[in-house]
């Protein structure tokens, strides 16, 4: 009886290891085809990502590459499925200087076009961008306020979104006119005085189509965490609910 007993203990055992396998290799399989959860660290994607967003993001939109994939295994070159993003796109990305780190920009550039920025005005194609005032926007980034200049920019093909301008001066406001190489895209963030980007080309640069990992598509969960992790009591203050569900565009 003991035996028989032990043997059904040990049967139930490895039938929960089973049912724990296959369900750690579902869940790689949906994070690796399906959707990824990132979350934002840092305020260059302000105001359309604020730090303490959570979203989900299609790998699919794109195709696969092996960023794609757990780890980044070097198992092939290019994309399987490949598709380029559209202008507009809110995409993450490996870092093209370390191929690790994850980014998320804006996607504004794609192969052959000719991005500059003149005066804190973006230019495609010799084309300016036109920009609609809509105010002020109280940004707080890692804790630091500031009263920035909110616009709503137009892309060529139409798509429409928020971006915050502190100054039209400076460097980054006053680029050479580049041309996006074959392969690659041009990435900016929304908040632009505050965006390591594509261009800087001796930071993000040109971002290789390779290195896209997918297309950021909604919000499931925000949190202004203002407080320390431990005022557990403070939680249910900090959660931005408006945010929830709210697709990124």
Excluded at 26 to 53: C, H, Q, Y
Excluded at 63 to 90: C, E, M, N
Excluded at 223 to 239: G, H, L, M, R, S
């Amino acid at each position: 009886m003991a035996t028989a007993k032990a043997k059904r203990k040990s049967s139930s055992l490895l039938e929960n290891v089973k049912t724990i396998v296959y369900a750690g290799l579902i869940a790689v399989a949906v994070r690796t085809v399906a959707f990824e959860p990132f979350n934002i660290p840092s305020g260059s994607m302000i105001p359309t990502l604020l730090v303490g967003d959570y979203l989900f993001v299609s790998k699919y939109s794109y195709g696969y590459s092996r960023f794609s994939l757990p780890f980044s295994p070097p198992l092939f070159s290019g994309r399987i499925f490949g598709a380029l993003p559209k202008r507009g796109d809110v995409a993450v990305f490996k870092y093209p200087r370390d191929n690790s780190t994850d980014y998320i920009k804006r996607i504004v550039g794609l192969p052959g076009d000719r991005i500059q920025v003149r005066q804190g005005q973006l230019y495609i194609n010799g084309q300016i961008c036109p920009r609609k005032p809509e105010g002020t926007y109280d940004a707080n980034d890692g804790g630091i306020h500031m009263v920035l200049r909110l616009y709503q920019e137009t892309l060529p093909n139409g798509v429409k979104h928020d971006i915050l301008k502190a100054t039209d001066e400076g460097e980054v406001n006053n680029t050479p006119e580049y041309t996006v190489p074959p392969g690659h895209v041009f990435a900016m963030g929304d908040n632009r005085d505050n965006s390591a980007d594509s261009r800087f080309m001796n930071g993000v640069g040109f971002v290789p189509v390779e290195n896209l990992v997918g297309r950021a598509e909604i919000l499931f969960f925000s949190v202004d965490a203002e407080y320390p992790w431990w005022q557990f009591w403070e939680w249910p203050f900090e959660i931005r609910w408006s945010r929830l569900f709210m697709p990124v565009h």
